[in-house]
């Protein structure tokens, strides 16, 4: 795949995109503060952090919606008295709502979903140039999988923070690669606070640098990880004085492996199966699909790349221990699969197995899923605009 062909591709995609979420908030007079999913009890609970006009669901919204509020209490309420739901799951997850935030202070927070729409598809368009270039050159076409992600244009146009923590640590690992460190170390900080999981790649590259004493890329790459928990420590020490509207543990969210799949077909004590379940099927075939491909690697090399198998290693602990609400929400779930695609590209030339093959394929079918549902199966919410 020529260069010249991935700029074309990449036209295409994004026209696509408009109109994809042209489609998605037609119902709503085009707002794109749609997208969003702001819920009427957190807009009654927070009332100076909404702007006026922005639509509100009655009914409920979606994880958008923290990012949001968070960055708005960040840079323009600066008070620390947000108060959503599960608030010490969400406030250290801060690099979305860090980045719209300053972008929202500096051309205004009513334009807050169209700045965070070129954020995120801005910083994913640099991450697909990187994964290109790190291709092998009869292997570059497989970038189109990584475009094409269900996963990540998904969780763009939910507005939520997982494709562009992926997109962050493609473009620090490819940094990493280039061996130019101080850029590496410098997204891979912003990585980690945006999603903990990030301290995944670190660890092994600490680790690599340890064995070969180099104690100043050890102490780099270790910061962001001693940054991040320092942050931690201050959150549960000074921010903020409540707990959310929901305060779940970490149990409360997890169960035994694949139990909430199994679960997910289960309602008043019945077991069911509909077509729309199908989504499910294909997601499990994708996480024993890519925990093949993991085995083969392991069994090949055990440090071989780890930096990235081990990040692929713990997205597929989180979607093994997920309880069934999330199986039972394709926008849930299917978020958990964001790294895990690109990562598992990576191995395409020296792994080439069933398991990569049965992945990306059915990320393709996925992909055509997720078209199909935006288009023809997602109904109209009942809604009112913010005063």
Avoid at 16 to 40: D, F
Avoid at 47 to 55: A, C, G, H, R
Avoid at 200 to 222: H, T
Avoid at 306 to 311: D, G, Q, S, Y
Wanted: proline content about 4%.
């Amino acid at each position: 795949m020529k260069p010249r062909d991935l700029w074309i591709v990449l036209c295409l995609f994004i026209l696509g995109v408009v109109g994809l979420i042209y489609v998605k908030t037609e119902p709503y007079g085009n707002s794109l503060s749609a997208l969003i999913g702001i819920w009427e009890g957190f807009y009654e609970i927070n009332p100076n952090l909404v702007d006026s006009q922005f639509v509100i669901y009655p009914s409920g919204g979606y994880d958008g919606q923290f990012f949001y509020l968070l960055a708005k209490d960040l840079f323009v309420d600066e008070k620390w008295d947000l108060i959503v739901d599960s608030f010490y799951f969400r406030y250290h997850r801060i690099g979305l709502s860090f980045a719209s935030g300053i972008l929202s202070v500096l051309f205004g927070s009513e334009h807050y979903p169209i700045l965070t729409l070129i954020l995120l598809f801005s910083v994913f368009l640099v991450s697909v140039y990187c994964l290109y270039d790190l291709l092998p050159k009869n292997s570059k076409w497989f970038v189109l999988f990584y475009i094409f992600s269900p996963y990540s244009l998904n969780a763009n146009l939910l507005l939520v923070a997982d494709s562009f923590f992926v997109s962050l640590a493609l473009i620090a690992y490819y940094f990493y690669v280039k061996e130019k460190h101080f850029l590496s170390f410098l997204f891979f900080l912003f990585t980690v606070f945006t999603r903990e999981l990030g301290i995944l790649f670190l660890a092994p590259i600490g680790f690599k640098y340890l064995l070969g004493k180099n104690w100043k890329l050890l102490l780099l790459y270790s910061i962001p990880g001693i940054l991040f928990i320092g942050f931690i420590i201050y959150g549960w020490i000074a921010i903020p004085n409540h707990l959310g509207t929901n305060p779940l543990g970490f149990r409360d969210m997890t169960d035994y492996p694949l139990f909430g799949f199994a679960k997910s077909f289960i309602e008043n004590g019945t077991f069911h199966f509909k077509i729309k379940e199908f989504p499910k099927l294909l997601l499990l075939l994708s996480f024993f699909s890519v925990c093949y491909l993991c085995l083969i690697s392991l069994r090949q090399s055990f440090l071989h790349k780890m930096e990235i198998l081990l990040p692929i290693l713990g997205s597929l602990f989180v979607i093994a221990i997920a309880e069934e609400g999330y199986w039972r929400s394709f926008d849930n779930l299917s978020r958990m699969f964001t790294l895990v695609l690109p990562f598992s590209i990576l191995f395409i030339d020296e792994i080439k197995n069933i398991g990569l093959k049965l992945f990306l394929s059915s990320s393709a079918l996925l992909f055509f899923f997720l078209l199909i549902r935006i288009l023809f199966i997602t109904p109209k919410k009942e809604y009112f605009l913010a005063i």
